[in-house]
């Protein structure tokens, strides 16, 4: 038998026997006693207040509160650009919670970042603070041996898995596979949503998720990434959203996953471990930024805006089990109508530049008005991408943006200047790096959009295309949405078809034109030329040759497959110097801009052969990547 043959039989008998194999009602039981007798239940504190420490940002949400009416609510908001100051709100947060924690998360894993917010929560929970963790399976705590000490960590503590793959903590290969075979559309669907919640009073939500890329910790890819953190009722709006997450039955106990409950029943109890940090000196500073009252002014509480109309809004959690639920997408239907709506102009931040059907129409709509609003899209470059899979089909659909559309297109670069320099201080380490992990550890590299269809694990196929210059790189991962100068969105949502259908999103929508102007002044930073490259037509300098060049180049695109035609409507442009920046539509535009290519900065290798391939074949994954 051969061993393509031997591999299909395998994963066949997988198919048939692990969605069976659940954990039996008495095995439950036992390892439910297991933790019930052996977590940790000793407190740290015996005060009311269970010992939380002074916070301005809490004091800010509890005034809020306080001021807040039904007719007129009252909010204390906070845009979280600086990954610094994004995590030292955090530890700041959970250090000042006095009954509850709530999070809810797509990625977590064992780095330094992941590390640390794990600790404290341990910490808060030993205060007497109730802290509870929903995490997203497929990429959450990759090792049940992490999961079985994190069970019996403390009883204040709980953490539940969202839609675990074959009722596992951990997905084998074989399993992976196995679940794209036997149950595609649940497997392929994911709890997107991110949120830390405190007390009930003040939340943060946005585009990051728990592992270091996201803090600007990882010294050789990070992610621009975006929060926003609200005090005032919309925080309670997060609690009910919770809530409703934490309680459907996709959200399962440690105890009802099989590798856990193995290890639970058949491993002696172990005390929490002190976190072993690869950048200790990084961990330390923001530690000690957390309990700095002049710090957390000057970098957080001085940036603060109060303000009324603040809305949280979330998908709910039967979005995963039935896609075409309408009540189940308020927040997707709440972006649309939000973009729909625009007058004047449309300020749009997506790592992913895929539109779904109802994002086409809506955006066609628009560019057709007799006063089209301005579109400026800020998405990421193959350079500066990790998914190039989805890369790829953004790529095949340039024409149809630029044209049909009216976008203006700015796709970072790998290298920009202005990421570099604003998040210097969050990458700097005083001290050499120390090599370790925790035990069992596996690393779980890649971008948060992979699909089922995707390499779960480390490895090539979840890098960055290589490039031909050398140093740190940076990738584009917030989700941002500016209208109009008067109200605006950041959150988890990246406007495609996965976000659209498949996975639960959620986010806020701040009705103030100072936040819009905030908003808007940090993505417009990141279209200027040491930051992206513009995209926009190629200039056709020979008659005939241009023409026919562009004639084959649209039946190519229209093609659902084959369409390998490599002289596309659009390549990239890069600012000559002594230029002024300027839109497209200038007429000026191609006196002061050069054509760099389609894929600027990328190096020959098989991940460029890969977007082309994509480019060809793939436009039927649309929903999928």
């Known amino acids: 038998m051969s061993l393509r043959c031997s591999w299909v039989l395998l994963l066949l008998l997988a198919t048939a026997l692990l969605p069976g194999c659940t954990v039996s009602k008495a095995n439950i039981r036992r390892a439910d006693a297991v933790v019930a007798a052996q977590t940790d ?45 994004a995590m030292v ?13 709530d ?15 794990l600790d404290e929560l341990v910490k808060a929970a030993r205060r007497g603070v109730k802290v509870r963790v929903l995490a997203d399976q497929l990429f959450s705590f990759n090792d049940a041996t992490w999961l079985d000490r994190i069970a019996r960590a403390h009883t204040n503590l709980e953490v539940r898995l969202y839609n675990p793959t074959f009722h596992e903590a951990q997905t084998s290969p074989v399993e992976f596979a196995a679940g794209i075979v036997c149950c595609f559309f649940k497997f392929n669907q994911r709890m997107h949503n991110k949120v830390l919640l405190v007390d009930n009073r003040i939340g943060i939500t946005g585009g990051r998720n728990y592992q270091d ?38 959200a399962v106990r ?10 639970l029943l058949s491993t002696p109890a172990q005390p929490w471990p002190t976190p072993t940090y690869t950048h200790p000196e990084r961990v330390a500073r923001v530690q000690e930024e957390a309990d ?16 009324s109309r603040v809305e949280f809004f979330s998908d709910l959690p039967a979005k995963t089990a039935q896609p075409q639920k309408r009540d189940a997408r308020e927040f997707t239907a709440h972006v649309m109508r939000m973009v729909g709506s625009a007058k004047q102009e449309v300020v749009l931040q997506t790592p992913y530049l895929v539109m779904s059907k109802r994002a086409r129409r809506i955006f066609e709509r628009l560019h057709k008005q007799e006063a089209p609003p301005r579109i400026v899209v800020s998405t990421n470059s193959l350079a500066s991408t990790d998914a190039f899979a989805v890369y790829a089909l953004s790529y095949k659909h340039r024409k149809r943006y630029l044209k049909n559309y009216g976008f203006e297109i700015y796709e970072m670069k790998p290298h920009a200047a202005g990421p570099a320099e604003d998040n210097a201080f969050a990458s700097a380490d005083d001290g050499p790096t120390i090599e370790h992990k925790p035990v069992n550890a596996k690393r779980i590299v890649g971008t948060e959009t992979r699909s089922s269809l995707s390499i779960r694990r480390g490895g090539k196929r979840n890098r960055p295309a290589p490039l031909v210059s050398a140093g740190r790189r940076f990738g584009l991962h917030a989700k941002s949405i500016v209208v109009d100068d008067s109200f605006a969105m950041v959150g988890s949502h990246n406007f495609d078809p996965r976000s659209d259908h498949y996975n639960t999103e959620a986010g806020v929508i701040v009705y103030d034109a100072d936040f819009a102007q905030q908003l808007r002044d940090a993505i417009m930073r990141e279209t200027q030329p040491e930051n992206a490259w513009v995209v926009a037509p190629r200039q ?10 562009a004639a ?20 990239s442009y890069e600012l000559n110097t002594g230029c002024t920046p300027m839109r497209p539509s200038d007429p000026n535009f191609f006196s002061c801009y050069t054509p760099v290519g389609d894929f600027p900065d990328v190096a020959i290798s098989s991940k460029l052969v890969y977007t082309r391939l994509i480019t060809a074949f793939g436009s039927g994954a649309n929903g999928i990547l």
């Open 89 to 101: 709100a955090r530890i700041n947060l959970i250090r000042a919670a006095r009954q509850s924690i």
């Open 254 to 263: 440690l105890t009802h996953l099989r590798d856990v409950n193995r290890l």
């Open 292 to 307: 700095d009252a002049e710090w957390l002014d000057e970098n957080l509480v001085s940036d603060s805006l109060r303000t």
């Open 552 to 571: 084959i180049g649209d039946i190519s695109a229209s093609l659902p497959l084959f369409d390998f035609w490599p002289y596309r409507y659009a390549t």
């Open 213 to 250: 890329r996201y803090f600007d910790w990882d010294n050789d890819f990070d992610y621009v990434d975006r929060d926003v953190m609200v005090g005032g009722p919309a925080a309670q709006a997060m609690g009910a959203s919770f809530e409703l997450f934490w309680k459907h039955k996709r």
């Open 41 to 85: 239940r000793q407190l740290s504190c015996t005060g009311d207040d269970h010992c939380a420490q002074d916070s301005p940002l809490m004091d800010a949400a509890t005034k809020a509160l306080a001021d807040s009416t039904e007719t007129q609510p009252v909010h204390v908001v906070t845009l979280l650009s600086d990954s610094e100051a």
């Open 540 to 549: 056709r300098s020979i008659p005939l040759l241009s023409d026919l060049n």
């Open 103 to 117: 999070v809810q998360t797509y990625i977590w894993d064992q780095d330094d970042a992941g590390q640390l917010i």
